[in-house]
T-cell receptor
C-alpha cells in the first residue's frame, strides 16, 4: 500500500514570496490533515478536511495560508506571502475513518521542509 | 500553554535495557493517548495507543501505561534495540477530535 506522498521535499524562498505544497493521501482515506512542525516542537494542526470539506481550520493563519482539497483526494497548502517564522516542516497526514472514531490512526507523509530567508 | 509535556528532550539507554519515556498532560477531558515514532527525514509513524478507560496496553516490546489521577503517560520499550533510536512524540486526542502533540523525546540506544 502506497503511503502519503508529499512534494516538494525541500523548498527555499525569500520572505514575501509565495509557496505551495502538494499532498496525495493514502487511497481511500477520507480525512486529510496539514500540520506545521517548527524545529524543536511537535506537529501543530493547521487544517483538517473530511472528503473535500473543511472540518477544522481554527489554527490556520488565514491572512496568508490557504488550503484546498479538490475532489476529496489531493490537497494543496499555500502560503502567500511567506514570513521568516513560517520556516518549518509541513506534514500532511490522512486517516481512513472519519473524525471521532476511536483509534483513528493518522498516517503521515515525509513532509516538506520550508526555509524562508 | 503546553497541554502535553515531554520534559526530557533526550534519553540514552543501553541496548537490551528498558527505555521509559514520559509524558504529562493537563486536561482530564482527553479520551485517547497515542505515541508516534519519527526517524530523520520521515514523517511520524503511529506506534501504540491507549483509551482513557484503560491503564495499560501492550504490543510486543512496547507497553503504554496511563495514570489518570496523575495525568501521566509512559511508554516502556523492553528490550531496547538499535532501531528504536528515534524521536518519540506523545499525543493526546481531545473530545472535539483534535490531536495535540508534545515536543518529543529523542531516544538514543547505545551499543
Amino acid at each position: 500500500e502506497a503511503g502519503v506522498a508529499q512534494s516538494p521535499r525541500y523548498k527555499i524562498i525569500e520572505k514575501r514570496q509565495s509557496v505551495a505544497f502538494w499532498c496525495n493521501p493514502i487511497s481511500g482515506h477520507a480525512t486529510l490533515y496539514w500540520y506545521q512542525q517548527i524545529l524543536g516542537q511537535g506537529p501543530k494542526l493547521l487544517i483538517q478536511f473530511q472528503n473535500n470539506g473543511v472540518v477544522d481550520d481554527s489554527q490556520l493563519p488565514k491572512d496568508r495560508f490557504s488550503a484546498e482539497r479538490l475532489k476529496g483526494v489531493d490537497s494543496t497548502l499555500k502560503i502567500q506571502p511567506a514570513k521568516l517564522e513560517d520556516s518549518a516542516v509541513y506534514l500532511c497526514a490522512s486517516s481512513l475513518r472519519p473524525s471521532g472514531v476511536a483509534k483513528n490512526i493518522q498516517y503521515f507523509g515525509a513532509g516538506t521542509r520550508l526555509s524562508v530567508l | 500553554d503546553q497541554q502535553v509535556k515531554q520534559n526530557s528532550p533526550s534519553l540514552s539507554v543501553q541496548e537490551g535495557r528498558i527505555s521509559i519515556l514520559n509524558c504529562d498532560y493537563t486536561n482530564s477531558m482527553f479520551d485517547y493517548f497515542l505515541w508516534y515514532k519519527k526517524y530523520p527525514a520521515e514523517g511520524p509513524t503511529f506506534l501504540i495507543s491507549i483509551s482513557s478507560i484503560k491503564d495499560k496496553n501492550e504490543d510486543g516490546r512496547f507497553t503504554v501505561f496511563l495514570n489518570k489521577s496523575a495525568k501521566h503517560l509512559s511508554l516502556h520499550i523492553v528490550p531496547s534495540q538499535p532501531g528504536d533510536s528515534a524521536v518519540y512524540f506523545c499525543a493526546v486526542r481531545s473530545r472535539d477530535d483534535k490531536i495535540i502533540f508534545g515536543k518529543g523525546t529523542r531516544l538514543h540506544i547505545l551499543p
